[in-house]
């Protein structure tokens, strides 16, 4: 039998998070990549039955169903104080964390800021660094605050991401097809001019807090848990595992030799397996 899901909303720092949650007993909160959403997690919920834990897939913030967060200062930290209030008020003041794609640079940040409230962390094909090096933030965001030029940006950046954003989910499941559902599904949504704010708000906190995140890795004292997909066409899975052997190198690592970078969506089985090991649950 399937785990009942219920989905709803709260408010932490004036912005709605929605989110669902399933299962009983132990709390691991779930942070999707860039672009992503709880639904990212679909394959891992339906199978929540055997997982003997209780789950949390929060629509990160501006994306999917969550609100856009008020960042006045530019805080580049304020999103992990979210995800620490929302830790406090479902999952009863601790967690694991499951980390995908760019949820795991964010889960890092989490146990760096807020260590008592994360047990530990599972990593699923993370995006730790970029492939280029020089990659520097991009000024887009800030200017569109402005009236003017946020309007035009409106219009123009949602018809001009398409053909880069359909590249980049075909890239995000190969060796796989991209599914013309998934697709249909995502490509519209992804490409809206709210979800495209924060892919970028979100790439910019990961660029400006890089070097701090990776000094900060090497302190962490909970376990962790790495899962590569060694036909991963997002990112270098050679950087990201010189990354984690630098920073982590107690981390328990596993390569699935056919998999790419979509692993909770194609090879939830692997997910599930990890998580089980990570909680001892039998």
């Excluded at 998070?17 to 909160?29: D, M, P, Q, R, Y």
């Amino acid at each position: 039998m399937t785990a009942l899901e219920q989905t709803t909303a709260i408010e932490i720092k004036e912005t709605r998070v929605s989110f669902s949650e399933t299962g009983k007993g132990e709390a691991v909160l779930f942070l999707h990549g860039n672009p992503g959403s709880r639904k990212d997690f679909a394959g891992i919920q339906a199978r929540a039955d055997i997982l003997a834990c209780r789950l949390i897939m929060p629509d990160r913030p501006g994306h999917n169903g969550s609100e856009e967060l008020i960042n006045e200062n530019n805080d580049v930290w304020l999103d992990t104080d979210v995800y620490a209030e929302l830790i406090d008020r479902r999952c009863n003041g601790s967690a694991w964390l499951f980390g995908y794609s760019m949820g795991c640079h964010i889960a890092a940040r989490i146990a760096m800021r807020h260590p008592a409230k994360v047990k530990g962390i599972i990593m699923a094909a993370p995006y730790l660094t970029p492939d280029n090096p020089s990659e520097k933030p991009t000024s887009i965001p800030e200017l569109a605050k402005g009236a003017v030029i946020g309007t035009a940006l409106g219009i123009v950046l949602p018809l001009v991401s398409q053909t880069k954003m359909q590249q980049h989910l075909e890239k995000v499941f190969i060796p796989a097809p991209l599914s013309d559902d998934f697709r249909d599904t995502w490509l519209p949504r992804y490409t809206r001019f709210e979800s495209l704010m924060a892919m970028m708000t979100d790439k910019n906190n990961m660029l400006k807090t890089l070097n701090e995140v990776r000094d900060g890795m090497k302190s962490l004292k909970c376990p962790v848990y790495v899962i590569f997909g060694e036909k991963d066409a997002v990112c270098s899975v050679e950087n990201q595992k010189k990354v984690i052997a630098e920073c982590i190198p107690a981390a328990k690592l596993q390569s699935i030799p056919e998999a790419g970078h979509a692993l909770p969506l194609s090879h939830a089985e692997d997910c599930i397996r990890t998580i089980k090991e990570a909680l001892q649950i039998q």
